[in-house]
């Protein structure tokens, strides 16, 4: 197994994936003054990309130190946060208001 992706050794990306996560921790999509969320879309928009991040820094490594399948599973349940991150996020940007 090669150690290195684009000449950088797995550890260093998963501390860049850990940065990207820890910024998004802290910027995030907040809701306007007159906007309402249910709880469901507002755990959603809040932890859902910084999650997605952690996840695929839990996959890179496990892809290192567990194995392959593991890694997939870690990396398909990202993908899925991903979309449903997004969905939700470009849902709630065309909701129309009243």
Same mark, same amino acid.
């Given at each position: 197994m090669n150690s290195t992706f684009w000449g950088l050794p797995v550890e260093g990306w998963v501390g860049l994936c850990l940065a990207v996560a820890g910024?998004?921790?802290?910027? @995030?999509?907040?809701? /306007?003054p007159d906007e309402r969320r249910s709880v469901w879309t507002g755990f +959603? &928009?809040? @932890?859902?990309?910084?999650?997605?991040?952690v996840l695929l820094a839990a996959a890179l490594l496990a892809y290192r130190f567990v194995g392959l399948l593991t890694a997939q599973v870690l990396g398909l349940a990202g993908l899925a946060l991903y979309i449903l991150f997004m969905t /939700? &996020? +470009?849902? #709630? #940007?065309?909701?129309?208001?009243g």
């Amino acid at each position: 197994m090669n150690s290195t992706f684009w000449g950088l050794p797995v550890e260093g990306w998963v501390g860049l994936c850990l940065a990207v996560a820890g910024f998004y921790w802290v910027v @995030w999509p907040r809701p /306007t003054p007159d906007e309402r969320r249910s709880v469901w879309t507002g755990f +959603i &928009l809040r @932890w859902g990309h910084a999650l997605v991040w952690v996840l695929l820094a839990a996959a890179l490594l496990a892809y290192r130190f567990v194995g392959l399948l593991t890694a997939q599973v870690l990396g398909l349940a990202g993908l899925a946060l991903y979309i449903l991150f997004m969905t /939700t &996020l +470009i849902g #709630r #940007r065309f909701k129309p208001r009243g």
